[in-house]
């Protein structure tokens, strides 16, 4: 799974990114785990992300 933090040429630190289909191994649909709740990251036909519980 690619996950990356650059920095700007100031040193600002930018988010990090997080390829979806690395998240969803090539396929459509992920369980995200935060706490003691899991979600689902579902990538439509379409290419948008849909994030429930």
């Given at each position: ?13 930018v ?39």
């Amino acid at each position: 799974m690619r996950s990356t933090v650059t920095e700007t040429e100031n040193s600002i630190p930018v988010l990090p990114q997080h390829d979806a289909l690395a998240l969803t191994a090539g396929g459509n649909l992920a369980e995200i785990v935060l706490g003691d709740q899991v979600y689902r990251l579902r990538i439509t036909k379409a290419g948008k992300l849909i994030l429930t519980k």
